[in-house]
């Protein structure tokens, strides 16, 4: 079954940029994966942030970009705050038609 | 804005069926699709799978076996079975609404315990 990967986790200082990356096991992601993108804060609901590689949902800040870099789907923080410090989930479609959780990745901003 | 509400036994016995309901308020479930997303205690998500309005649907082939969805147009609301359970299946169970490939509205989340 496919894995899709992203990093553990990643530390940012106050400001800063950080790019997270989602990937898969077997082969590139590109556009016609959906690459889709969401935070979650502990006790929390996730909150969708990115959609279609580089949609942003309603009500997200400009800091958040998303793109495809190389064979990878990316989320952008530009200008880290700290409470972006969450869990960041990406999302795949794959053309069976199921759809696969990324492993997430923890950003901490200190 | 559309909101999303789970409900359903906060317990269950293993080797019995798990049952949630998620009620959709402020909007119409006609015309979209919905989806299952659950959280073990801890671990990252897991998609379990999606209905339509019109009650098609797509399973993660991982729980395909288990899984049962089901769409009621009249009272606004979809629903997720899920049979057998063990501890492994012990999560905070969300329910979502499809945008164009993503999910774009989520429910606040309902932890479901799967103990003797």
């Known amino acids: 079954q496919t894995v899709v990967t992203q990093e553990p986790s990643f530390s940012v200082s106050p400001g800063g940029t950080v790019t997270l990356t989602c990937g898969l096991s077997s082969g590139s992601v590109s556009t016609n994966y959906y690459p889709s993108w969401y935070q979650q804060t502990p006790g929390q609901a996730p909150r969708t942030l990115i959609y279609n590689t580089d949609r942003r949902s309603s009500g997200v800040p400009d800091r958040f970009s998303g793109s495809i870099l190389g064979s990878k789907a990316a989320l952008t923080i530009t200008g880290a705050q700290a409470d972006d410090e969450s869990d960041y989930y990406c999302v795949l479609y794959m053309n069976s038609g199921i759809y696969v959780l990324g492993t997430g990745t923890k950003v901490t901003v200190l | 804005q559309v909101q999303l509400q789970e409900s359903g036994p906060g317990l269950v016995k293993p080797s019995e069926t798990l049952s949630l309901t998620c009620t959709v308020s402020?909007?119409?479930?006609?015309?979209?699709?919905w989806s299952w997303i659950r959280q073990p205690p801890g671990k990252g998500l897991e998609w379990i799978g999606y209905i339509s309005y019109s009650g098609s649907t797509k399973y993660n082939p991982s729980l395909r076996s288990r899984v049962t969805m089901s769409v009621d147009t009249s009272k606004n609301h979809f629903s997720l079975m899920l049979t057998s359970v063990t501890a492994a299946d012990t999560a905070v169970y969300y329910c979502a609404r499809f945008g164009h490939y993503y999910f774009d509205q989520w429910g606040q989340g309902a932890l479901v315990t799967v103990s003797s």
């Open positions: 402020g909007g119409s479930i006609s015309s979209y699709y």
